[in-house]
């Protein structure tokens, strides 16, 4: 009789395997020689009742039977051994503890030192290599979630920028307004050049150089949030950082000019008329029942006042430099900051 004739049929428990198989098996599965399974240990039915676990059990005793059929046939024993333990995984992570501990256990009963070292050197190896993968996987993980927050923060940051942006731009050019309006206004101070214009032009020209204060109102949210440790960009993060101070070095300065305009719109409602003025340049027809001013238009004594002079010129200068020593320079730091945070966003998220 041939040695596939030879295979023993386990009935009771509806499982074949070859007499030859036994003391791989029983090393494997910790199988009873018997030939019931040992505690702790499922060896599949032939049968199945028709639920998912029945089925899921059936398959796996048709890879376990191909397995010990392959070592049967004399096949290649690293098949046998390869589909050996895809069971034991699939079925219980438990079964492959026993698996190992029954090896052990083998090797030191058939005194086969040297092979139980091996083992030993090469499971502690497995388990080594698990442990690095596990902890790459989930480096992986973190720094997957670390570069989202990085890409959610950087488009916070440029829709920041953009509206800074905006406001340093408004500020711009109610400062460049003030200052063109300030130097026609102070070209009229000589006699026959002020004689020579209408009462209309020297309050629309008035009007220009102290019409609207400067002010610079910048949003500054996401830079204090304190998650600009995200930024991967050192540079860039540094740079971002540098803006709130310098944002409140100009605020002292900006006060000063500020402060400048109101001492020049005080002596123009003590010594000018504002009435007139206003009435020359707005239609203020429906704003009081009295055609005009009782007073006579004294704008043009401001051409008189020294105080005068002196304090729009001093507005003046603070407002140049103002624009020369910051905004303009913020403007340019604003838009390159703007420039890198759109560069960042293009890598690959």
């Known amino acids: 009789m041939s040695h596939i004739?030879?295979?023993?049929?386990?009935?009771?428990?509806?499982f074949?395997?070859?007499?030859q198989s036994k003391s791989l098996l029983y090393r494997l599965g910790g199988i009873k020689k018997s030939g019931a399974p040992?505690?702790?240990?499922?060896?599949?039915?032939?049968?199945t009742d028709g639920s998912p676990q029945g089925i899921q059990r059936l398959r796996l005793d048709f890879l376990f039977a191909g397995a010990v059929q392959m070592e049967a046939r004399r096949e290649s024993s690293q098949q046998f051994v390869t589909l050996s333990l895809t069971y034991l995984l699939i079925s219980k992570p438990q079964c492959m503890f026993k698996f190992f501990r029954n090896l052990r256990r083998g090797f030191l009963e058939e005194n086969r030192i040297g092979k139980y070292f091996k083992y030993a050197f090469g499971e502690v190896i497995l388990v080594v290599i698990g442990i690095l993968i596990a902890l790459q996987l989930n480096n992986l993980n973190e720094q997957d979630k670390l570069r989202k927050a990085e890409k959610v923060l950087l488009e916070d940051l440029l829709e920041e920028m953009n509206f800074n942006l905006e406001e340093i731009e408004r500020a711009r050019q109610i400062n460049s307004m003030n200052i063109e309006g300030t130097g026609e206004f102070l070209s009229l101070f000589p006699p026959e050049i002020h004689q020579e214009k209408t009462d209309i032009e020297i309050a629309l020209t008035l009007t220009k150089s102290l019409q609207e204060k400067t002010e610079f109102h910048p949003r500054f949210s996401v830079i204090n949030s304190g998650r600009l440790d995200l930024l991967s960009n050192n540079s860039l993060r540094n740079d971002l950082l540098r803006l709130p101070p310098s944002v409140d070095r100009f605020n002292d300065a900006e006060r000063t000019?500020?402060?400048?305009?109101?001492e020049c719109t005080q002596l123009v409602t003590e010594i000018g008329n504002m009435r007139r003025n206003?009435?020359?340049?707005?239609?203020?027809?429906?704003?009081?029942?009295s055609p005009t001013s009782a007073f006579e238009n004294t704008t043009r004594e401001l051409f008189k006042s020294r105080v005068f002079?002196?304090?729009?010129?001093?507005?003046l200068a603070t407002s140049i430099n103002a624009d020369q020593i910051f905004l303009s320079p913020m403007n340019d730091t604003l838009q390159v900051i703007q420039q890198r945070i759109t560069k960042e966003l293009e890598r690959d998220f």
Not at 16 to 19: I, L, T
Not at 38 to 47: D, L, M, N, Q
């Open 16 to 19: 074949f395997y070859s007499g």
């Open 309 to 315: 002079e002196n304090k729009l010129t001093l507005f």
């Open 38 to 47: 040992a505690p702790g240990f499922s060896i599949c039915r032939s049968g």
């Open 5 to 14: 004739k030879q295979k023993i049929h386990a009935k009771r428990h509806g």
């Open 278 to 289: 206003i009435d020359s340049i707005m239609d203020t027809s429906g704003w009081y029942s």
């Open 257 to 262: 000019v500020i402060q400048i305009r109101w």
